[in-house]
């Protein structure tokens, strides 16, 4: 039987709760975990897909909860879960994976909606060589991807690595919010405004930051669903 263990991140009084944003595309039965808060689930076998979602926090303080997070990925991985990690899932696979080198602070956030290039052809992300767009938050990034362990599905002109498919496994780490519709995202840029988060006022005034959105979340979130664990 599928059920999906959504794996909750945020942090107390996160202005980013990422079940708002989830739940409509979860089409599996489902199970919250607010690990960030030390709950957790008894076992994995329940469960044959997970998502891991967004936080404020960063990956890279390397908290108790995050380590406890790392090690449930690890075994996820190798009883091969379907694992879908977004921002902070996207980072906390990586760094899980492929070491904590594959996670860094960023000189300044990226913010938008840019154009996310595919590069490589994909079952959730379709075939390589075509533009998408959705919004983008974060901080922190994925630097580092191993060509023998993982492939690079996608870029931004600021950030190599937006997405990232584990090799013979069913696990995908993916940086932008799919997840956030247009204006879900100029709001929570409203309510975060400040240390280098501009007013969405800007997002107005150029068609160069125009917020465009490709609605790739459909595609995605039913290829996610429709993929078997191994």
């Known amino acids: 039987m599928s059920r999906i263990l959504f794996l909750d991140n945020s942090i107390d009084d996160d202005v980013y709760q990422p079940l708002t944003y989830w739940e409509p595309l979860l089409l599996f039965p489902y199970d919250l975990f607010r690990v ?16 891991i979602a967004g936080s404020t926090a960063s990956v890279l303080d390397d908290t108790a909860w995050m380590q406890a997070e790392v090690d449930l990925i690890q075994k996820a991985v190798n009883k091969g879960k379907v694992i879908l990690g977004s921002c902070f899932g996207h980072q906390i696979i990586a760094r899980a994976l492929f070491g904590m080198d594959a996670v860094r602070k960023r000189e300044k956030p990226e913010i938008g909606w840019p154009d996310i290039q ?3 052809s994909d079952s959730l992300f379709g075939q390589s060589g075509r533009t998408i767009h959705t919004f983008i938050f974060h901080y922190d990034e994925v630097c ?7 492939a690079i599905i996608a870029r931004s002109k600021e950030c190599d690595i937006l997405a990232f498919k584990v090799k013979d496994r069913p696990v995908w780490g ?6 956030m519709g247009i204006v879900q995202s100029l709001r929570y ?29 459909i595609p995605l979130m039913k290829a996610f669903h429709e993929t078997h664990p191994v």
Request: no cysteine.
């Open 118 to 120: 595919i590069v490589s």
């Open 189 to 217: 840029i409203d309510n975060v405004k400040g240390n280098q988060v501009p007013d969405r006022q800007i997002f107005f005034r150029s068609t160069q930051y125009m917020p465009k959105d490709s609605g790739w979340v």
């Open 144 to 150: 580092m991807v191993p060509e023998e362990k993982a």
């Open 174 to 179: 993916i940086q932008p919010h799919f997840e």
């Open 36 to 51: 960030s808060a030390g709950q957790w689930p008894d076992g994995l076998d329940s469960y044959s897909h997970i998502l």
